[in-house]
């Protein structure tokens, strides 16, 4: 809660993410993708996501259960004043998914601990797995995973930590790599 109302009086931009729904503050410019998701999940007979507006407290979406909250900058010291709050929090992972913005989650839901428990789960080794990203978020995969490839749309940064790097995930670079590297270039 201390978190929320924190980014509630700065007017920062967020989404916060729960099992049942996506909440908004109601000044919120990202909603618009979540707007033109759902048209297109509306045309495409998919399910559309369901998304509330924060009232006057946190109650609803807290008994949702919290997975992780995406700030979006839109003033040049957003996100450092985000850092400063969340330093103070120990239990929070705060990484970034995509420029100019930031996930906090809780320290055990990184993507690399995922791949570990998912390895668990299907009872096979990290060095079987193969994953693909293309921002900060994705280095802890790319560590725990024994096949990591970077998108060419990728930070340098996490290029450096890539098994290979494919084309851009705007130019079939998924698809290419999929073919290239799991498949065995079969067509």
């Excluded at 998304?51 to 609803?60: A, C, H, I």
């Excluded at 996930?103 to 693909?132: R, S």
Aim: charged share 25%; with cysteine.
């Amino acid at each position: 809660l201390f978190l929320l109302t924190k980014l509630f009086r700065l007017k920062l931009d967020f989404v916060a993410y729960t099992p049942e729904r996506v909440w908004f503050p109601k000044w919120s410019d990202r909603i618009k993708v979540f707007e033109h998701y759902n048209l297109i999940s509306e045309k495409n007979s998919q399910q559309k996501m369901d998304f509330s507006y924060f009232q006057n407290d946190f109650g609803p979406a807290v008994q949702d259960g919290l997975l992780k909250i995406l700030v979006i900058e839109k003033s040049g010291n957003d996100l450092n004043t985000l850092r400063d709050i969340s330093s103070t929090l120990p239990e929070l992972l705060i990484i970034s998914p995509e420029e100019n913005a930031l996930e906090i989650t809780h320290t055990d839901a990184g993507k690399g601990n995922g791949v570990v428990k998912l390895c668990k789960y299907l009872n096979i080794a990290p060095t079987q797995v193969c994953v693909f990203g293309d921002w900060e978020n994705d280095r802890s995969m790319f560590e725990k995973a024994g096949f990591s490839v970077a998108m060419g749309n990728a930070s340098e940064d996490l290029k450096r930590y890539a098994t290979v790097t494919t084309l851009g995930n705007d130019q079939c670079g998924f698809a290419l790599a999929v073919n290239k590297y799991i498949l065995g270039d079969i067509g």
